[in-house]
Protein backbone atom coordinates (compact mmCIF):
# COMPACT_ATOMS: atom_id res chain seq x y z
CA UNK A 1 0.00 0.00 0.00
CA UNK A 2 0.80 3.37 -0.38
CA UNK A 3 2.80 4.95 2.21
CA UNK A 4 3.66 8.54 3.83
CA UNK A 5 3.90 11.21 1.26
CA UNK A 6 5.55 14.57 1.53
CA UNK A 7 5.08 17.14 -0.28
CA UNK A 8 7.67 19.49 -1.85
CA UNK A 9 10.21 17.05 -2.06
CA UNK A 10 12.75 20.44 -2.05
CA UNK A 11 11.72 23.85 -1.08
CA UNK A 12 14.32 27.23 -1.97
CA UNK A 13 12.67 29.93 -0.19
CA UNK A 14 14.19 33.52 0.65
CA UNK A 15 14.45 34.46 4.11
CA UNK A 16 11.57 36.35 5.38
CA UNK A 17 9.04 34.60 2.90
CA UNK A 18 6.73 31.99 4.22
CA UNK A 19 6.32 28.60 3.10
CA UNK A 20 3.70 25.46 3.77
CA UNK A 21 5.05 22.02 4.20
CA UNK A 22 2.12 19.36 3.26
CA UNK A 23 1.94 15.15 4.88
CA UNK A 24 -0.06 12.90 3.09
CA UNK A 25 -0.04 9.88 6.13
CA UNK A 26 -0.56 6.39 5.82
CA UNK A 27 -4.40 5.77 4.97
CA UNK A 28 -6.14 4.89 8.60
CA UNK A 29 -3.22 6.33 10.55
CA UNK A 30 -4.72 8.67 13.04
CA UNK A 31 -1.65 9.69 14.55
CA UNK A 32 0.85 11.86 12.81
CA UNK A 33 3.91 13.68 13.63
CA UNK A 34 6.56 16.33 12.39
CA UNK A 35 10.48 16.08 13.25
CA UNK A 36 13.45 18.46 11.94
CA UNK A 37 16.36 17.00 10.81
CA UNK A 38 19.38 19.71 10.37
CA UNK A 39 22.48 18.19 8.26
CA UNK A 40 24.78 15.74 9.53
CA UNK A 41 22.47 15.46 12.82
CA UNK A 42 19.41 13.79 14.42
CA UNK A 43 15.82 14.21 14.82
CA UNK A 44 14.59 16.70 16.38
CA UNK A 45 10.73 16.17 17.37
CA UNK A 46 8.47 19.24 16.44
CA UNK A 47 5.01 18.63 17.06
CA UNK A 48 2.16 15.37 17.47
CA UNK A 49 -1.44 14.98 16.02
CA UNK A 50 -4.01 12.34 17.67
CA UNK A 51 -6.31 13.01 15.01
CA UNK A 52 -7.35 16.39 14.12
CA UNK A 53 -5.63 17.70 17.70
CA UNK A 54 -2.40 18.54 19.01
CA UNK A 55 -1.89 17.83 22.20
CA UNK A 56 1.65 18.69 22.55
CA UNK A 57 3.56 21.66 20.97
CA UNK A 58 6.19 22.19 22.92
CA UNK A 59 8.66 20.97 20.07
CA UNK A 60 7.91 23.87 17.88
CA UNK A 61 10.87 26.23 17.73
CA UNK A 62 9.23 29.09 17.94
CA UNK A 63 5.74 30.60 17.31
CA UNK A 64 7.00 31.40 13.71
CA UNK A 65 6.15 27.70 13.10
CA UNK A 66 2.76 26.30 13.24
CA UNK A 67 0.81 23.29 11.78
CA UNK A 68 -2.59 21.80 11.21
CA UNK A 69 -4.34 18.87 10.51
CA UNK A 70 -7.56 18.94 8.60
CA UNK A 71 -10.08 15.57 8.43
CA UNK A 72 -8.10 13.27 9.96
CA UNK A 73 -5.13 12.97 7.29
CA UNK A 74 -3.78 15.94 5.51
CA UNK A 75 -1.17 17.98 7.56
CA UNK A 76 0.28 21.32 7.08
CA UNK A 77 3.56 22.58 8.66
CA UNK A 78 3.59 26.61 8.05
CA UNK A 79 7.20 28.58 8.81
CA UNK A 80 6.54 32.38 8.57
CA UNK A 81 9.19 34.85 7.67
CA UNK A 82 12.03 31.99 7.01
CA UNK A 83 15.17 32.46 8.25
CA UNK A 84 18.41 30.65 7.36
CA UNK A 85 18.33 28.25 10.65
CA UNK A 86 15.06 26.74 9.40
CA UNK A 87 17.14 25.18 6.43
CA UNK A 88 16.60 21.59 7.41
CA UNK A 89 14.80 18.35 6.24
CA UNK A 90 11.23 18.52 7.81
CA UNK A 91 9.98 14.42 7.82
CA UNK A 92 6.53 13.49 8.97
CA UNK A 93 5.40 10.20 10.45
CA UNK A 94 2.47 8.30 10.99
CA UNK A 95 1.16 5.32 13.41
CA UNK A 96 -1.88 3.61 13.72
CA UNK A 97 -3.17 4.15 17.08
CA UNK A 98 -3.77 0.54 17.60
CA UNK A 99 -0.59 -0.82 17.68
CA UNK A 100 3.14 0.53 19.38
CA UNK A 101 3.50 4.36 18.50
CA UNK A 102 7.49 3.76 18.63
CA UNK A 103 6.71 2.09 15.16
CA UNK A 104 6.01 5.05 13.38
CA UNK A 105 6.28 5.31 9.78
CA UNK A 106 8.08 8.01 7.90
CA UNK A 107 7.72 9.73 4.49
CA UNK A 108 10.90 10.88 2.20
CA UNK A 109 10.74 14.46 4.31
CA UNK A 110 11.05 17.45 2.25
CA UNK A 111 14.52 19.74 2.17
CA UNK A 112 14.41 23.48 2.66
CA UNK A 113 16.65 25.48 2.09
CA UNK A 114 16.44 29.83 2.99
CA UNK A 115 18.70 31.39 1.56
CA UNK B 1 12.61 9.11 28.56
CA UNK B 2 16.29 6.89 29.16
CA UNK B 3 19.29 8.42 27.30
CA UNK B 4 21.39 6.05 25.31
CA UNK B 5 24.85 5.72 24.06
CA UNK B 6 26.07 3.78 20.84
CA UNK B 7 29.46 4.12 19.74
CA UNK B 8 29.20 6.89 16.77
CA UNK B 9 30.19 4.95 13.79
CA UNK B 10 31.55 0.93 12.76
CA UNK B 11 32.90 -0.65 9.79
CA UNK B 12 32.52 -3.85 8.47
CA UNK B 13 32.72 -5.72 5.25
CA UNK B 14 29.92 -7.75 2.86
CA UNK B 15 28.97 -10.96 4.34
CA UNK B 16 30.15 -10.32 7.73
CA UNK B 17 27.42 -10.19 11.24
CA UNK B 18 27.96 -6.68 12.67
CA UNK B 19 26.59 -6.24 16.37
CA UNK B 20 25.73 -2.57 17.36
CA UNK B 21 25.64 -2.08 21.11
CA UNK B 22 23.76 0.36 22.96
CA UNK B 23 23.57 1.60 26.55
CA UNK B 24 20.56 2.36 28.49
CA UNK B 25 21.60 2.41 31.91
CA UNK B 26 18.27 4.03 33.01
CA UNK B 27 15.82 2.06 31.30
CA UNK B 28 12.17 2.20 33.20
CA UNK B 29 10.10 -0.75 33.83
CA UNK B 30 7.65 -0.16 30.84
CA UNK B 31 10.29 0.67 28.32
CA UNK B 32 10.60 -1.29 25.21
CA UNK B 33 13.48 -0.95 23.05
CA UNK B 34 13.22 0.18 19.12
CA UNK B 35 15.79 0.27 16.61
CA UNK B 36 15.64 2.60 13.42
CA UNK B 37 17.45 2.46 9.91
CA UNK B 38 18.03 5.75 7.82
CA UNK B 39 19.57 5.79 4.74
CA UNK B 40 20.75 9.16 3.18
CA UNK B 41 17.87 11.50 2.33
CA UNK B 42 15.13 8.86 3.78
CA UNK B 43 13.26 8.83 6.50
CA UNK B 44 13.76 6.14 9.16
CA UNK B 45 12.78 3.05 8.92
CA UNK B 46 11.50 1.19 11.74
CA UNK B 47 13.77 -2.72 12.36
CA UNK B 48 13.29 -3.74 14.96
CA UNK B 49 11.38 -3.74 18.77
CA UNK B 50 11.61 -5.91 21.84
CA UNK B 51 11.61 -5.90 25.71
CA UNK B 52 13.39 -8.23 26.99
CA UNK B 53 15.67 -11.82 25.97
CA UNK B 54 15.96 -11.80 22.30
CA UNK B 55 13.63 -10.78 19.22
CA UNK B 56 14.34 -11.78 15.64
CA UNK B 57 12.73 -10.84 12.46
CA UNK B 58 13.52 -10.91 8.46
CA UNK B 59 15.77 -8.02 8.63
CA UNK B 60 17.50 -8.43 12.18
CA UNK B 61 17.92 -9.60 15.47
CA UNK B 62 17.61 -7.64 19.04
CA UNK B 63 19.58 -9.50 22.24
CA UNK B 64 18.70 -7.75 25.57
CA UNK B 65 20.07 -9.14 28.74
CA UNK B 66 17.81 -9.77 32.02
CA UNK B 67 19.27 -6.20 33.49
CA UNK B 68 17.96 -4.67 30.06
CA UNK B 69 20.52 -2.03 30.52
CA UNK B 70 22.05 -2.41 26.89
CA UNK B 71 20.96 -4.00 24.03
CA UNK B 72 22.75 -5.20 20.87
CA UNK B 73 21.18 -5.58 16.90
CA UNK B 74 22.62 -7.76 15.33
CA UNK B 75 22.88 -7.60 11.17
CA UNK B 76 23.34 -10.87 10.28
CA UNK B 77 25.51 -11.30 6.66
CA UNK B 78 25.53 -7.67 5.94
CA UNK B 79 25.51 -6.03 2.18
CA UNK B 80 26.53 -2.90 0.97
CA UNK B 81 23.02 -1.76 1.05
CA UNK B 82 22.97 -2.29 5.18
CA UNK B 83 25.14 1.01 4.67
CA UNK B 84 23.11 3.69 6.92
CA UNK B 85 22.74 4.98 10.48
CA UNK B 86 21.37 3.25 13.23
CA UNK B 87 19.14 4.79 16.19
CA UNK B 88 18.64 3.19 19.34
CA UNK B 89 15.84 4.58 21.00
CA UNK B 90 14.32 3.62 24.51
CA UNK B 91 10.64 4.91 25.91
CA UNK B 92 7.18 4.10 26.94
CA UNK B 93 5.34 2.89 23.95
CA UNK B 94 1.84 2.79 25.25
CA UNK B 95 2.29 6.43 26.68
CA UNK B 96 5.37 8.02 24.91
CA UNK B 97 4.45 9.18 21.56
CA UNK B 98 7.54 11.38 20.24
CA UNK B 99 10.66 9.47 19.24
CA UNK B 100 13.97 10.78 20.76
CA UNK B 101 16.75 10.23 18.04
CA UNK B 102 19.82 10.05 19.17
CA UNK B 103 23.35 10.83 17.18
CA UNK B 104 22.92 6.77 16.15
CA UNK B 105 25.67 4.77 14.60
CA UNK B 106 27.02 5.17 10.96
CA UNK B 107 27.41 2.09 9.82
CA UNK B 108 29.56 1.93 6.87
CA UNK B 109 29.89 -1.89 4.78
CA UNK B 110 32.85 -2.09 2.45
CA UNK B 111 33.04 -4.30 -0.35
Known amino acids: GAGVSQSPSNKVTEKGKDVELRCDPISGHTALYWYRQSLGQGLEFLIYFQGNSAPDKSGLPSDRFSAERTGGSVSTLTIQRTQQEDSAVYLCASSAALVSSYEQYFGPGTRLTVT | LAKTTQPISMDSYEGQEVNITCSHNNIATNDYITWYQQFPSQGPRFIIQGYKTKVTNEVASLFIPADRKSSTLSLPRVSLSDTAVYYC????????????FGSGTRLLVRP
Open chain 2, 89 to 100: LVGDVDSSYKLI
